[in-house]
């Protein structure tokens, strides 16, 4: 199992984000996090990438366990966060911000190759190259910062609500390149308010309501769910 999470409780002050949650993801799945607001996913995601202590609990990365681990361990090990609302630096070049990707990394030659190459898989990044971050359209902003998570050479690759904010055109061109990224060998977990499209994408999905997994299983036996329709899929 590439990730395994067990039993995980996350606080923030005396509120109990996360009450006990576990859940799996298999080297080469994408699995999608569904909910509504406030239920858990980004804490979920933040536990995984270091930047939320667990209460108790564990969490496993390719058979080592990771909970206690710096963030930058973390991202060392193979994990990449697209966080939620994208957090570039919006002073900063596109190109800037694709390098700062790969801070961790020692291998000059194959950075440049790697910035070729992301260049390469979105074209208007590489139009954009010399130009503010700040500058760019909202499904720019999301192409940069796939990009720049992707500079860091991710085994599993974390995604925050990528389609927040985005035109039902630029939705479809981010569902197309989460696909791609999938096929080139990278494991993706993925949250979703977006419930349906996160299902259209995952190969397994689980369903957090106040903190609790509730629901869990292919993603076509989640779309085919009396509760997930009623819920999450407008009926």
């Keep these: 199992m590439l990730l395994s999470l067990k039993d995980v409780k996350v606080h923030y002050g005396r509120v109990e984000a996360l009450k006990g949650v576990s859940l799996e993801a ?9 909910g509504a607001n406030g239920a858990g996913k980004s804490t979920v995601l933040r536990a995984i990438s270091g930047l939320k202590a667990l209460t108790t609990g564990e969490i496993w990365f390719r058979g080592e366990r990771i909970d206690g681990a710096s963030p930058q361990s ?16 919006p002073f900063m070049t596109v190109r800037e911000n694709l390098r700062l990707g790969a801070y961790l990394r020692k291998d000059r030659s194959q950075i440049n190759k790697d910035l070729k190459e992301i260049m390469e898989h979105f ?6 190259k010399g130009q503010q971050a700040g500058r760019l359209s909202g499904g720019e902003q999301q192409m940069l910062s796939i990009g720049r998570a992707l500079m860091s050479k991710p085994t599993l690759l974390l ?3 990528p389609s927040l904010g985005l035109s039902p055109l630029m939705v479809t061109e981010i ?3 989460i696909v791609d990224i999938n096929k080139g060998g990278v494991s993706i977990v993925l949250v979703e308010q977006n419930a349906r499209l996160a299902l259209s994408l995952a190969h397994k999905g689980y369903v957090l309501e106040t903190g609790n997994v509730v629901l ?9 769910n009396e509760h997930v329709k009623k819920a999450y899929l407008g009926g």
């Design 26 to 34: 298999e080297e080469g799945a994408i699995v999608g996090l569904l």
């Design 74 to 89: 973390i991202v060392s090990k193979g994990i990449a966060l697209v966080p939620e609302g994208r957090k570039l630096f």
């Design 123 to 128: 074209p208007i990044l590489e139009e954009r």
């Design 159 to 161: 995604m925050d609500e």
């Design 175 to 177: 569902a197309n390149i």
């Design 216 to 224: 869990e299983g292919d993603a076509q036996e989640l779309i085919d």
